[in-house]
């Protein structure tokens, strides 16, 4: 039971991290027949990546240790309940994908 | 516990927290999550209703053996299949798990608990004082004892040992603890008077300011645990102004039992309802509070026992079932632990009862009008 509601929650997972990633391949096709832009463009550019970049994993991070910490406090006491824990710590970790993605289609 | 020669520097910044040991971590994540886990093992009606049906004292221990009691149960079997040794393995139980839960909890909430079961500390003094007074065995006082507020078990088995209130008073200012401070002012007028309710008032008027002190922050925290003081408080007193309708209060100095910081029953009401002589009329007088309706549902079980503890228990419910409301607020606050507190609390009591009751045959039925269920 426990794992089928695993398997469920990665497929969902899955599927979702897909749909956002399409759109970030697309604008890689078209980077590759665009023409050099403007060096002060480029460099903003890249900036807007590296701080999109940073404050996703930075929130990501906090949520985590939020979240971490009272997985860790539940796990504890109540240690049938590890499996569903580890599936809730990990989906913080959207939040970093999707700023990897947007900071992509920036730089693209 | 503490050096002698600082005890009274200590002593002078009673209530007021010293820089070094003002919270420093407010994170409840942890601590929080925990306390949830625990609470999903804490004993539901059904378990009760078990319990209350079972034949004798083994069968109990049976049940209970097979809940987080168990481990307590076991080393406490060792003297003996009694109710007293049951009682015993309950107590070490609830002590055992208050400290577990001090241990996890970040700074703040310890502080705000400690000042919560501060109450704890003075039911065990006042215990101490009152077997010294009646000149009682050490070992009677020692079983009457819980040490779950911040004395150890150590320490308060040595006050029970020592001879008199006046040794109890001075080992207490050589230690450091606050309690000594009220004991100090009040002991000459207790030797003089040999009335011990001039101790326990002080220590009383001394709890709820030293409370009140720790917490006047402006965090939502903190005023939810002077809340629930508050309410501690307003339960008191009305418990003092119900035993006072029996008196004569004529050459009373009524307005010296009053204590301060209650919620919602003001001196001016406290006076008012110390002048009145029947428990309607009390009532009556408590209309706009919430005291009055939890009273009124009370009042032909009172009338049916003529015994103030009906009321008591009443107010003690209604204290009970505000705290555990407080843990349905924010999950990352000090209500789900008050909750938690609480709820231990009565669940530990909830069994003591039905091990007692069951041991002199008490009725189900009376059973279970003494149980709080939440």
Do not use: C
Not at chain 2, 154 to 179: F, N, R
């Amino acid at each position: 039971m426990i794992k089928s509601k695993l398997a469920t929650k990665m497929m969902v997972g899955g599927t979702f991290l897909a749909v956002a990633a399409i759109p970030a391949m697309a604008v890689a096709q078209d980077a590759a027949v665009k023409v050099a832009v403007a060096p002060n463009v480029a460099i903003a550019k890249a900036v807007a990546a590296a701080v999109t970049m940073s404050i996703a994993a930075m929130s990501a991070g906090y949520a985590q240790s939020k979240i971490g910490a009272a997985a860790a406090g539940t796990l504890a006491e109540r240690p049938e309940a590890g499996t569903n824990l580890i599936v809730i710590t990990a989906l913080t970790e959207i939040i970093v994908l999707m700023g990897f993605v947007i900071a992509f289609m920036i730089n693209a | 516990m503490k050096a002698a020669k600082d005890a009274p520097q200590k002593l002078a910044k009673a209530g007021k927290l010293p820089r070094d040991r003002r919270p420093r971590t407010r994170d409840y994540g942890y601590g929080n999550a925990r306390t949830r886990g625990m609470k999903s093992n804490l004993l539901g009606a059904a378990f009760f209703e078990e319990l209350m049906s079972a034949s004798d004292l083994s069968k109990m221990i049976h049940l209970l053996l097979d809940t987080q009691y168990g481990p307590d149960l076991e080393a406490r079997l060792i003297q003996g299949h009694t109710p007293a040794v049951v009682d015993d393995a309950l107590k070490d139980n609830m002590v055992r798990t208050f400290a577990k839960i001090m241990g996890f909890v970040s700074d703040e909430a310890r502080l705000l608990s400690i000042t919560l079961l501060g109450r704890w500390d003075l039911f065990n003094i006042k215990t101490i004082i009152r077997g010294k007074h009646m000149k009682l065995k050490t070992e009677t006082i020692v079983d009457s004892l819980l040490p779950v507020g911040e004395m150890t078990q150590v320490e308060l088995k040595e006050l029970a040992g020592l001879e008199d209130v006046l040794a109890v008073t001075d080992t207490l200012w050589t230690w450091g603890v606050p309690y000594s401070i009220p004991l100090r002012e009040s002991v000459q007028e207790y030797l003089k008077e040999s009335d011990l309710s001039v101790l326990e008032l002080s220590l009383d008027r001394y709890y709820s300011q030293w409370a009140a002190k720790r917490l006047t922050s402006r965090r939502a925290n903190y005023k939810l645990a002077r809340m629930i003081l508050g309410l501690q408080v307003d339960s008191t007193n009305l418990v003092t102004a119900f035993r006072l309708l029996k008196a004569d209060t004529t050459e009373m100095d009524v307005k010296r039992l009053f204590l301060p910081g209650g919620v919602h029953v003001t001196e001016e009401l406290f006076l008012g309802l110390t002048s009145l002589s029947d428990v309607d009329e009390v009532i009556d007088a408590l209309k706009g509070t919430p005291y009055s309706a939890q009273l009124e549902k009370v009042l032909v079980p009172y009338l049916d026992a003529n015994s103030i503890a009906v009321l008591e228990r009443a107010l003690e419910d209604y204290v009970m079932r505000k705290a555990l409301g407080s843990g349905f607020g924010d999950p990352l606050g000090f209500g789900v632990m008050v909750s938690y507190l609480y709820a231990k609390q009565n669940e530990v009591t909830n069994v003591r009862i039905i091990v007692k009751g069951n041991a002199v045959g008490m009725p189900a039925d009376r059973m279970r009008k003494e149980l709080i269920f939440v």
